[in-house]
Every structure is written in structure tokens, then in C-alpha cells.
């Protein structure tokens, strides 16, 4: 066998290339990760977390709301409403962040206490553990009505709508608190906020190289890749967004003199394009999907017969309609958009029974209720998608439908997401596959279905 002068055998030289690893990496190098707390992105409603309002009773009454992917909260006539998390602190964090999805709204009507919006991190006795914005305040962050604007603790930054708080120096397994809430009298009711997406800052030491690795999806590579998401080999469950399968530039073949930057020059459709993008199933463009039968096992790309379809990019797996008129899964029965649970239904919970289906009663709520219960591919933690899942499996490129026609043959139409509209309890967000379009409709609307899970 050849050998390298430091007697590396040239095999594993070229294993090593192949793998993509271009250096040793010690074990005492620093990686910054992004821990989120536990429903941290409220995708499961107010779970793990601590409502506050007081006094409750008050007309009209203080609220939180989960409202498109965010925890709403409305102070109303209460002196304060907010939400909390206890948690552990992991070894090595850094800081905290929360992303403001509505900014403090106040109506101040001149009253001696003034509106405010505050985000805490207490510790042991309630304590300040961030440093804060004033001598003797406990908020490291604070927009109040007066004084006007934003106040900081040392270190703390806001920008693009994201509050960071830094936490260094905390040991691991203090128990902390995270509390974010609205504050005022009783007589300033109109006072709003909305944010998503806390999480936790932690810094973590990266492993070297390990070979002789197989991931969950069979693909050979390496700790340091798995962790690391090595561009150009494909990994199932990856959680990440989908390209708009947009292949063609205008104005003629990729790149056009004079009009630069066009979707089709970037992402994973250029790689596919010129064949660079290794996939685990197949699909056009960068989509890459893989055809599963009804106990969720694989199939042939070329099987006429399949069940659901799993999503080798973005981690989901998708329901696969039905053509038979008698199936429940039929890809034209319809429904009416009806959550009854008020954490999730944006204030109004639309309506029962207001579509034409057999097998369930006809709304979104049922038809979940109703497809776990058959088990389909296995699972029974099916679940109506939310605006930005059901938009990742839209194919630009395509139109009527505008779904890669191969794994989604069936799929015209306008198709429910979970997600309510903000601005109009009495509306939904849809996606609509003729042409890609999303937009909200009446929740008394009748609308197709296509429900999702994660890949676990």
C-alpha cells in the first residue's frame, strides 16, 4: 500500500478527501449552537409554559394567545400578563434570545403607571441573573411607553427583531427563569406584544473526526460532518427549506447579460442543474423525495402504489391523496377550517362539519382525529401543516399543480394550513396549488387536505 512521509496510508488520505474533512479538528475547539427552549417556537401551543394574568376578570380581560407560531399577549384591563419558563442552565451558555414577531404596542392614557413591556432572566430567589437596565430595575430589556423606546441592560442588543441577552458566567444546572410580560394600570387596556423562536445560546466543544460512521439515513460519514450538515451529501431530517424548483432564468439560458442574481443561478436547483446535488430519492430541481408504503417503509421511485411521502430535506413526511372517491383520503372531499382549542385557533375557532368528505366529519379537526386513528405509514402524531410546511413542498417552476406531480400527483386546489391569520380571527392561512399562492381565507370556507409529521 502507498504511504504518505508521515505513514498515513493513502487510502485513508483518500477517504479522508472524500468525506470532505480538510484538517484535524481538536476536541477543544469552541462551536456556538442554538438550543431552543423546550417550546421555545410555541409550536405546541402555551406547553411548558406559565400563563400570568392579574387580576383575572377584567373587562376587557388581559390574554395570552398562541397566534401564527407566537405567543400573543394582550395586557387588556389587567396590571400585568405575561408568560414564564423555569429551566436548568446547560454547561457552557452564552445568552438568551427571543424573536419579536409584533413590537410593544401601548395606548398610554396618561396614567400614573406607565405601559411596559419586560423580559426577565431571574435566578435562585428571583433574582436578576442579566444585568439590567437600570439601578434597581430587574428587566435586562424594556420598552416602555415612558420613557419612549428600547432600554438595555449592559450587553444586551436588539437587532432585526431579535432581543439577545447575554448569560456568561452562570454554572450549569443553576435554575433560571425566563419571563417576558406586559405591565400598566388598569385603565390603559390596548397594550400588545407578540414573540417566538427563545433559545438558548450554548457553546459546545466539536468532537474530532470519527470514521466509520453510518447516520440515520445510511449515508457513510463522520461526527464532524453529522454535526456540521457537510454541504453536497444528502441527509434525511435535516429540518431545512426546501428551493423553489425555479430551473429557468429570463431572458434566456443562466446567467443573462444585464440581469443578474436570478433564482435559478443559486441553491440547491442550480446544483441539481448541473448535476452537483446528491439526493436520497429523487424529485426535480433540489427536491428530493422518496415514496413510502402504508407501514412508512420505502419504495421504488417508479411504484405506482404508495402511501405518504417523505421529504429527504426538510425532514417531513407528507400524506399521499387518494383518487378513490370512497376513501377517506380522497384528494377532492373538502373541509372547513375548526380548531376548538383557543391556544391555537387565533381567538375564532372557524367551523364544524362545513365541508363535503366522507369518513369523518368534514374540518380539519375531525379528519386528523379521524386519519391517527387509521395509523397511516405507521404514525399516529399526524397533524394539519403550518403556512411555512405546506409552502415548502410548493413548486415555483410548475403551475395546475404546482407540486412535483410524481410523489403528488393528486394535488390541485387550495389546502388548509394550521396556521390562523393574525390579523382576521375569522381567517386562515392556505395554500393554493394551481399556482403556489398563499393567502388567508374564511375559516367557513371549504378546503382540501394534506396532512404532515416529522421525520423521527
Request: aromatic share 8%; net charge negative; proline share 6%.
Amino acid at each position: 500500500m502507498r504511504t504518505l512521509q508521515n505513514n498515513v496510508p493513502f487510502a485513508v488520505v483518500a477517504l479522508i478527501a472524500w468525506l470532505g474533512w480538510s484538517g484535524p479538528v481538536s476536541a477543544e475547539d469552541p462551536q456556538l449552537i442554538d438550543l431552543p427552549l423546550p417550546n421555545g417556537d410555541f409550536s405546541q401551543g402555551l406547553s411548558g409554559w406559565t400563563v400570568e394574568v392579574s387580576p383575572t376578570g377584567t373587562v376587557p380581560s388581559g390574554s395570552v394567545s398562541v397566534v401564527g407560531g407566537a405567543a400573543l399577549i394582550a395586557k387588556g384591563g389587567a396590571f400585568h400578563a405575561g408568560l414564564s419558563q423555569e429551566f436548568a442552565a446547560p454547561e457552557g451558555l452564552q445568552a438568551l434570545r427571543l424573536r419579536l414577531t409584533q413590537s410593544p404596542q401601548f395606548g398610554s392614557s396618561g396614567s400614573f403607571i406607565p405601559e411596559a413591556f419586560d423580559v426577565h432572566v431571574t435566578g435562585p430567589g428571583g433574582f436578576s441573573i442579566a444585568a439590567t437596565w437600570r439601578a434597581g430595575a430587574s428587566a435586562a430589556a424594556n420598552a416602555a411607553a415612558v420613557p419612549a423606546g428600547f432600554n438595555f441592560g449592559d450587553g444586551v442588543t436588539f437587532s432585526n427583531g431579535e432581543i439577545r441577552i447575554p448569560l456568561t458566567g452562570v454554572a450549569a444546572g443553576t435554575n433560571l427563569s425566563f419571563a417576558a410580560g406586559l405591565v400598566g394600570a388598569s385603565v390603559d387596556t390596548v397594550a400588545t406584544v407578540a414573540f417566538t423562536d427563545v433559545v438558548l445560546e450554548v457553546e459546545q466543544k466539536v468532537e474530532p473526526p470519527i470514521p466509520d460512521r453510518i447516520d440515520g439515513c445510511g449515508i457513510f460519514r463522520d461526527r464532524f460532518q453529522i454535526s456540521h450538515g457537510v454541504a453536497g451529501i444528502a441527509r434525511c431530517a435535516q429540518g431545512q427549506i426546501n428551493d423553489t424548483g425555479i430551473l429557468a432564468c429570463a431572458g434566456g439560458a443562466c446567467p443573462v447579460p444585464g440581469l443578474p442574481g436570478q433564482d435559478a443561478e443559486f441553491g440547491r436547483d442550480a446544483l441539481a442543474a448541473i448535476e452537483q446535488l446528491n439526493k436520497l430519492g429523487q424529485g426535480g430541481g433540489g427536491f428530493d423525495f422518496t415514496k413510502l408504503d402504508t407501514a412508512g417503509e420505502p419504495v421504488p421511485f417508479t411504484s405506482s402504489d404508495w402511501a405518504c411521502v417523505r421529504d429527504n430535506y426538510t425532514g417531513l413526511m407528507w400524506e399521499a391523496k387518494s383518487n378513490d372517491a370512497t376513501e377517506p383520503g380522497y384528494w377532492a372531499h373538502s373541509y372547513s377550517w375548526y380548531q376548538p382549542d383557543a391556544d391555537s385557533n387565533g381567538g375564532q375557532a372557524g367551523l364544524a362539519d362545513g365541508g363535503i368528505c366522507q369518513g369523518s366529519p368534514c374540518d380539519t379537526a375531525a379528519y386528523v382525529t379521524a386519519f391517527n386513528e387509521r395509523r397511516v405509514c405507521g404514525a399516529s402524531d399526524w397533524r394539519l401543516p403550518t403556512r411555512q410546511e405546506l409552502s415548502s413542498i410548493v413548486h415555483a417552476g410548475l403551475t395546475a399543480p404546482a407540486l412535483e406531480g410524481t410523489f403528488f400527483p393528486l394535488g390541485q386546489g387550495a389546502y388548509w394550513t394550521a396556521t390562523p391569520a393574525a390579523a382576521d380571527p375569522v381567517r386562515a392561512w392556505r395554500v393554493n396549488f394551481d399556482d403556489g399562492a398563499i393567502v388567508t381565507d374564511g375559516k367557513t370556507t371549504a378546503g382540501h387536505i394534506r396532512l404532515v409529521r416529522e421525520v423521527r
